[in-house]
C-alpha cells in the first residue's frame, strides 16, 4: 500500500465504519420489534390455515428412514432365510441381497419419501420447533433469524473496520518514520 491509497483510505474509513455501525443499529431494532410481534403471535390463539387443515402432517425423516431400515432387515432376513424364493443360490451375496432389497416396490416408496424429506430434515436441525408455531408466527421467526444474521454480518463488518483502522495506524507510523528517516518531508 502507497501513501496514496493509504491516504483513501483512511479518508474512506469513517463512512466505511458508520454504514457498518448503522447496519448493525438497524438490524438490533429490526430484531427487537421481531421478538415482541413474535412473543405477541405467540400468545394468540393459533389460525387454523386453510391448506395445513387439509394436508395430512406425515412422517419425520426419522420415522421414515426407521421404517425403510425395518424393512430392508425384514427382507434381508427372509432373503438369507430361503434364498430360492428369489431365484438366488444357497448362500447369496450381500450384494445379490442387497439388490433383491433395492427392487422391493415398497422400499423404492419409502427411499423417494426419504429423497423429498431431506430437505425439510436439515432444516429442522437449523430452525429447531418450527412446526409448533402458527404459520403468522413461523413468518415471523423466519423474519427474526435473518434479521439475526444480518446483525452478525453487520458485526464482523465492524470488526473488520476496527482491525482495519489498527492496520492503518500502523502503516502511517512506518510510512512516516521512512519518510523521516530518508529526510523526505511532504507538504500540500
Known amino acids: 500500500m502507497n501513501i496514496q491509497e493509504l491516504q483513501r483510505a483512511i479518508e474512506d474509513y469513517p463512512q466505511k465504519y458508520q454504514r457498518a455501525l448503522s447496519r448493525r443499529t438497524k438490524a438490533e431494532a429490526t430484531i427487537k420489534q421481531l421478538e415482541e410481534e413474535l412473543k405477541l403471535a405467540r400468545s394468540q390463539p393459533e389460525e387454523p390455515d386453510a391448506e395445513e387443515s387439509v394436508t395430512p402432517q406425515g412422517e419425520t425423516y426419522e420415522q421414515v428412514q426407521v421404517r425403510l431400515e425395518e424393512k430392508s432387515a425384514a427382507i434381508g432376513r427372509a432373503v438369507r432365510s430361503e434364498p430360492a424364493n428369489y431365484h438366488l443360490p444357497k448362500n447369496p451375496t450381500g450384494k445379490a441381497v442387497d439388490e433383491v432389497i433395492d427392487t422391493d ?31 403468522k408466527a413461523q413468518e415471523i421467526q423466519e423474519r427474526l433469524w435473518k434479521a439475526e444474521l444480518e446483525c452478525d454480518e453487520a458485526e464482523n463488518e465492524i470488526e473488520v473496520c476496527q482491525a482495519e483502522l489498527e492496520t492503518y495506524k500502523l502503516l502511517t507510523t512506518i510510512l512516516t518514520a521512512s519518510l523521516s ?6 507538504h500540500d
Open 181 to 186: 528517516s530518508s529526510g523526505v518531508t511532504h
Open 105 to 135: 416396490p415398497e422400499v423404492k416408496k419409502l427411499k423417494e419419501k426419504l429423497l423429498g424429506l431431506r430437505p425439510q430434515r436439515g432444516m429442522a436441525r437449523r430452525i429447531p420447533n418450527i412446526r409448533s408455531l402458527s404459520p
